[in-house]
């Protein structure tokens, strides 16, 4: 179990390279890059940040997008404080690291012991591995200058599609992309930047609602 834990945080710690390279490719300093990923440490939540912000859109639309982006860390919570049952700082600290990985990992267990010790060596894995290599790739993004020339304006769509394409393996999450592909498609030349992205949240209500509560479980090799 320690074992997947940390390959789980080296896989993801790698991609954190990414995000710094594009946080400083969309107008933010490293210090600013860092303190994303530090306070923020979401990265689906950081992407959009970022992306919105390197797209021309305004700071309202960036946060709106990002909080609607972290609810779901809020709904693992759900699961993951009845594995670990803690109280006071422990438990402020648990729902900083409460994120995709750390959840996939403790729920994935057998016992509530080892759910508990997923949680917390995937978390921190993550944590510490993610910024180190987010202050890289800050580093070396701001090395790098122009992002048109290297491709790194598109790195924020190219970063949710490699998000999310392990995790189209069903008939609802498939309906869910088409629809939100065309939300964004027809919103976006009429709309300020970020606020398709909002509105592609619809359709995830939308297959949510005709689904008749349906739930996916999430496997760790999901975040492997």
Known sequence: MLRQSLSVGVATGAYGISFGALGVASGLSILQTVALSVLLFSGGSQFAVVGILGAGGSGPAAVATSTLLGVRNGLYALQTSRILGVHGLRRLLAAHVTIDESTAVAVGQDDRRAGRLGFWATGLAVFALWNLMTLVGAFVGNALGE?????????AAAAFTALLWPRLR??????TMVLAVAIALLTSPVLPVGVPVILTVLAAVVIGLSGGGRHERVEPEDVA
């Open 147 to 155: 992002p048109e020339r290297w491709g790194l304006d598109a790195a």
């Open 170 to 175: 069903s008939r609802d999450a498939a309906a």
